[in-house]
Structure formats: structure tokens, C-alpha cells
């Protein structure tokens, strides 16, 4: 199993990033890869269980549940079926409160995803040269979507194109 991990800190309050992140259906509105994640037929819109289909603009899908949800503090996902080619995928954020300069709320982002790709050993060589590292460019600008939808209240379109808040779906 392969593992990415980075940290983001983005010049709001906790509520304000969990606002984001704890609306299930509204991932597309900052990850700069998806083009609309809407919730699956049943699902409630948060809490454990509840879950989504994330639709990328370059045609993949993935289908992803909540396995943790502990309100402010940590959301973990588990992608459970889709076109990517990934054997099993988890991600996880944690919010940590920070004071900032000029005691303005901050929050620490951890993000982790942990991943197994398809096809064995020749799964294993492609994560060693391009997964991985492909992984990681994504994962950073699913943080950056995160700070800008946060601070502005725009949502981050594809290659991070900004839209009016008014545009949320």
C-alpha cells in the first residue's frame, strides 16, 4: 500500500473548512478535478455511510463512502467502486484550530490518502514511477481548491478556474 501525505494551512476557522468539507455532495465545488460529485440514491447528506459519485472531467469515476465523520475534527473516505486504477483507496483530512497573526483563526489541514493499485507487481512499478507522484500533484491542488473555496466562497473549477459562489449546484 502506497501512502501520500501533506498538510495545507488555510487562514479560516475550523467550521468554516469543515462547512466545505463535511458537505458530502459539494466536493466538486474545490477539488479542481471533479466536475460534479453528486450524492448516491439513499444516501443521507453526511455522516457515516453517507456517499457520492465523483465524476472527473477527464471521464473517470470513482464511488466513494464516509468511514469516519467526527464533526470539525476528521472526515476519511473510501472509494468502494469506479474507473480508476486502484485495487483500494482511503483518504482522510484532520482539522486542527491554529492562531494565526493577529490571533486570526487558521486551520491545520492533514490530508492522507492511502491506495493499492491494480495489476500486482505491474501496479507496484507504475505507482513507483508516475502514481505516486501523480497522486501528489493532485492531492496539493485539492488543498489549494480547499483554501480558495474556503477564503472566497468561489467554486474551483477545472485546472482551478474560479466561478461566482452563485454557480454552487
Not at 30 to 47: M, Q, R
Not at 59 to 88: C, F, Q, Y
Request: hydrophobic share 45%; charged share 20%; proline share 5%.
Amino acid at each position: 500500500m502506497s501512502e501520500v501525505v501533506l498538510t495545507r494551512r488555510i487562514a479560516a476557522s475550523r467550521e468554516a473548512v469543515w462547512a466545505a468539507l463535511g458537505d458530502v455532495g459539494g466536493v466538486h465545488r474545490f477539488h479542481p478535478h471533479v466536475e460534479c460529485s453528486p450524492l448516491n440514491d439513499g444516501s443521507a447528506e453526511g455522516g457515516l455511510g453517507a456517499s457520492r459519485t465523483c465524476h472527473f472531467y477527464d471521464g473517470n469515476h470513482v464511488v466513494e463512502e464516509v468511514t469516519r465523520w467526527v464533526p470539525l475534527e476528521a472526515i476519511d473516505v473510501a472509494i468502494v467502486a469506479g474507473s480508476m486504477p486502484l485495487a483500494k483507496a482511503k483518504a482522510g483530512f484532520r482539522l486542527t484550530p491554529e492562531e494565526g497573526p493577529a490571533q486570526e483563526a487558521r486551520t491545520r489541514v492533514d490530508l492522507r490518502m492511502s491506495y493499492t493499485p491494480k495489476l500486482g507487481p505491474l501496479g507496484a512499478l507504475l505507482d513507483a514511477l508516475v502514481l505516486r507522484r501523480k497522486f501528489r500533484s493532485i492531492l496539493t491542488e485539492v488543498l489549494e481548491g480547499l483554501d480558495v473555496h474556503v477564503r472566497t466562497g468561489q467554486v474551483v473549477g477545472e485546472g482551478g478556474v474560479l466561478s461566482p459562489a452563485s454557480a454552487w449546484a
